[in-house]
């Protein structure tokens, strides 16, 4: 492990290889809750906390049952499960802990269920990570730091969305493309934009 081999991680993650605007996962949250600020970072921010935590789950799971017995072909069923039973066992915690904070949270929780952007990042870290069935050196570690890091992608992109499209509101828009036309024009857009990272090199 070294910073540069982290430093690559956050760069791909975020900007040259954005889970929305480059890998294209996470779409329908993307546009159908990127209208305003603050609901966008209400669902970027449990969004993030959900990769975190399955990236580190989804490893363990991988490593230590599905790789001793030979069940790597059940990788993506295992990961929906981890994923759906973790973002439901949270919302429970949230409502009896903190009902504020379910509040806030409680209607885009079961929205991340079926997020795909969730468990792209979870198949990602083992097709990453693992290297002929054995998990490289350091292999937890860059799992967690890239689930932050798409996190913060998910969270840049939302929030770019989000304030255009709130700008846009206030514009004479033509009724034929207003809202989700729009919204669609405004993605190709920002996607384009995020294709120049792509000359990176590391």
């Given at each position: 492990m070294n910073l540069q081999e982290f430093l690559t991680i956050f760069i791909s993650a975020v900007f040259v290889y954005n889970v929305i605007l480059s890998r294209f996962l996470g779409l329908c949250?993307?546009?159908?809750?990127?209208?305003?600020?603050k609901p966008a970072l209400a669902m970027s921010s449990a969004v993030m906390f959900v990769i975190v935590m399955s990236s580190a789950i989804t490893w363990f799971v991988y490593r230590f049952l599905l790789l001793?017995?030979?069940?790597?072909?059940?990788?993506?069923?295992?990961?929906i499960l981890v994923i759906a039973t973790f973002v439901q066992l949270?919302?429970?915690?949230?409502?009896?802990?903190?009902?504020?904070?379910?509040?806030?949270?409680?209607?885009?929780?079961?929205?991340?269920?079926?997020?795909c952007a969730v468990l792209g990042v979870a198949v990602l870290n083992i097709d990453m990570f693992f290297i002929n069935g054995k998990a490289a050196a350091g292999s937890f570690y860059y799992?967690?730091?890239?689930?932050?890091?798409?996190?913060?992608?998910?969270?840049?992109?939302?929030?770019?969305?989000?304030g255009i499209r709130e700008r846009l509101e206030l514009c004479n828009v033509?009724?034929?493309?207003?809202?989700?036309?729009?919204?669609?024009?405004?993605?190709?857009?920002?996607?384009?934009?995020?294709?120049?990272?792509n000359g990176f090199k590391f």
């Open positions: 949250s993307f546009i159908a809750i990127s209208k305003e600020t001793p017995f030979n069940l790597g072909y059940l990788r993506t069923i295992s990961f949270v919302e429970m915690v949230i409502r009896k802990l903190s009902p504020p904070l379910y509040r806030a949270f409680g209607i885009y929780l079961p929205l991340i269920t079926v997020n799992s967690v730091f890239q689930g932050v890091c798409v996190g913060l992608g998910y969270t840049l992109a939302m929030l770019l969305m989000s033509p009724k034929p493309i207003k809202d989700f036309p729009l919204a669609f024009i405004i993605a190709s857009i920002l996607s384009l934009s995020f294709m120049g990272f």
